[in-house]
């Protein structure tokens, strides 16, 4: 598409229709269905439980707190998990970076992927600091909130792949964020309109640092970076700050042209709250999501292979397109970053152990090379079956399938799994699960009444919704 001359005088357009339907659905009032808000119960404390077990792990740590150490900031957000008293947007980032850095936590698959809880990091932290300051906010609101958040990702992600243009997921992260945030600070519709086109016309993060040869760390804090830079961009709006009405559509300058090579946004249905009821839950184990599958396949097959790992002699991996494209890797995995999206790695240390966890991606448990040995004798293909289930708007399956063959040519039954435990179609069976992972993670935290009480939170569903923000997340903080 041409560009109008530099220095040539246009006309100010009106708003994009994309940013004018995202600002009228935030503004709108939903009244959710109990499954939308049930499943938001569980995805916030799902969220919450990968934040505390973060804490483990000092390469996560060690990006946490106040850019200026020892910096209180009085009447600011809480960290749960944490002592820190942060300014929002700052809350912001360490609360996602916890909740986003062991691959943990909700996911949403579809032509670009995501995980819908990343703006939990951003929703929570404003809640709690609107909370302390005056505002009678109630968990009922960010559970609200959450759902419009999922949405907006979720729906937007349905049929615009930024992956394929080399630009990563988190650009809906900040994009949801800045929507709903803008909402609960009280923007008025300019404001909040303003608010979404700053979030349009920001830099946008590279893929680079989620693919090899650069896979790194980068990518356990790009969504606390996304969410908190959403806030950021909400209360800059708040200010009065102008927007640009053609962010998105601006021959050669907007973003679609600039980012998505003349592409249009698309929406593929109306926003609502199918995401938050479809949305997937990693209830087991801690992998990319598109081999979750994959690993309930290998731990199926480790009571008939953990003894004849010698007499391996190809191991066939039916899988999605997308899984191909994002995570199959041969040679060297450089960190725990590359680790936990290779799919071959992912396969190999539950045949070879029979399990997979957060500490399984470390350098310790990588160092064995049996695991290596295991990659090297795996050959993924594409299912087209598989590839069209994923995108099928009834299905959206993950199907996996993995049949190994022995050294005297003998083979083992093929075990395939089309949908992970986490899965909508497998929700009943996820929840005792999910209720399990989160009474483990308060456990790493907390001990005593404390921990009791967030346990027998979980159970209450109403209870919850009902308390104010605050005394929430007083709850779920260290004292200093």
């Known amino acids: 598409?041409?560009?109008?001359?530099?220095?040539?005088?246009?006309?100010?357009?009106?708003?994009?229709?994309?940013?004018?339907?995202?600002?009228?659905?935030?503004?709108?009032?939903?009244?959710?269905?109990?499954?939308?808000?049930?499943?938001a119960h569980w995805s916030l404390l799902d969220a919450l439980g990968c934040g505390l077990e973060s804490l483990d792990y000092p390469a996560c740590t060690k990006l946490l707190g106040p850019t200026v150490p020892g910096t209180i900031v009085p009447g600011g957000a809480l960290v749960p998990g944490t002592s820190y008293e942060l300014d929002p947007v700052t809350a912001a980032f360490t609360l996602g970076t916890m909740i986003r850095w062991l691959d943990y936590n909700d996911t949403w698959l579809a032509a670009e992927w995501g995980h819908p809880s990343d703006n939990i990091g951003g929703i929570l932290a404003v809640?709690?600091?609107?909370?302390?300051?005056?505002?009678?906010?109630?968990?009922?609101?960010?559970?609200?909130?959450?759902?419009?958040a999922y949405e907006i990702q979720g729906?937007?992600?349905?049929?615009?792949?930024?992956?394929?243009?080399?630009?990563?997921?988190?650009?809906?992260?900040?994009?949801?964020?800045?929507?709903?945030?803008?909402?609960?600070?009280?923007?008025?519709?300019?404001?909040l309109i303003a608010a979404l086109s700053l979030a349009f016309v920001d830099g946008?993060?590279?893929?680079?640092?989620?693919?090899?040869?650069?896979?790194?760390?980068?990518?356990?804090?790009?969504?606390?970076?996304?969410?908190?830079?959403?806030?950021?961009?909400?209360?800059?709006?708040?200010t009065g700050?102008?927007?640009?009405?053609?962010?998105?559509s601006a021959p050669l300058w907007g973003f679609c042209d600039a980012s998505l090579r003349g592409a249009p946004l698309r929406r593929a249905q109306p926003y609502g709250q199918y995401v938050m009821e479809n949305v997937l839950y990693k209830v087991s184990f801690p992998a990319e999501f598109h081999a979750q599958t994959a690993v309930e396949c290998a731990l199926a097959l480790h009571p008939q292979v953990?003894?004849?790992?010698?007499?391996?002699?190809?191991?066939?991996?039916?899988?999605?397109?997308?899984?191909?494209?994002?995570?199959?890797?041969?040679?060297?995995?450089a960190n725990p970053a590359d680790r936990d999206h290779c799919?071959?790695?992912?396969?190999?240390?539950?045949?070879?152990?029979?399990?997979?966890?957060?500490?399984?991606?470390?350098?310790?448990?990588?160092?064995?090379?049996?695991?290596?040995?295991?990659?090297?004798?795996?050959?993924?293909?594409?299912?087209?079956?598989?590839?069209?289930?994923?995108?099928?708007p009834a299905k959206r399956s993950i199907a996996n399938g993995i049949r190994v063959e022995f050294t005297d040519g003998?083979?083992?039954?093929?075990?395939?799994?089309?949908?992970?435990?986490?899965?909508?179609?497998?929700?009943?069976?996820?929840?005792?699960?999910?209720?399990?992972?989160f009474h483990r993670n308060v456990a790493r935290r907390f001990a005593g009444a404390r921990r009791d009480a967030l346990v027998a939170l979980a159970a209450d569903a109403a209870r919850l919704a009902a308390m104010p923000v605050r005394d929430f997340v007083d709850m779920m903080v260290i004292a200093p």
């Not at 003998?410 to 399990?436: D, Q």
Request: proline letters at 6%.
């Open 343 to 392: 799919l071959q790695y992912m396969i190999a240390v539950p045949l070879l152990h029979g399990r997979l966890t957060a500490a399984d991606y470390e350098d310790a448990v990588a160092a064995d090379p049996r695991i290596d040995a295991l990659r090297a004798r795996m050959v993924c293909v594409e299912d087209a079956a598989f590839s069209r289930d994923y995108l099928d």
């Open 306 to 333: 953990k003894d004849r790992l010698d007499e391996i002699a190809t191991i066939t991996v039916r899988t999605q397109q997308s899984a191909l494209r994002i995570i199959s890797k041969d040679g060297p995995l």
């Open 155 to 191: 729906v937007l992600a349905l049929d615009n792949a930024f992956n394929r243009v080399g630009l990563d997921h988190v650009v809906l992260v900040k994009v949801a964020t800045t929507a709903v945030v803008a909402q609960m600070l009280g923007l008025p519709p300019e404001q």
């Open 204 to 238: 946008q993060a590279l893929r680079t640092y989620r693919q090899a040869p650069n896979t790194g760390s980068r990518k356990s804090w790009a969504a606390g970076d996304a969410t908190a830079r959403g806030v950021r961009l909400a209360l800059i709006a708040r």
């Open 127 to 148: 809640a709690d600091w609107q909370s302390r300051n005056g505002h009678a906010i109630a968990m009922r609101e960010v559970l609200l909130a959450m759902i419009k």
């Open 1 to 39: 598409m041409n560009a109008p001359a530099e220095g040539a005088r246009l006309a100010r357009p009106p708003y994009d229709a994309a940013l004018t339907d995202i600002a009228s659905y935030v503004q709108a009032t939903l009244a959710p269905s109990a499954e939308a808000l049930t499943t």
């Open 241 to 248: 700050e102008m927007g640009y009405p053609s962010a998105l």
């Open 410 to 437: 003998s083979r083992l039954p093929e075990v395939v799994v089309e949908y992970p435990v986490g899965h909508r179609r497998r929700r009943e069976e996820a929840r005792p699960l999910l209720a399990e992972k």
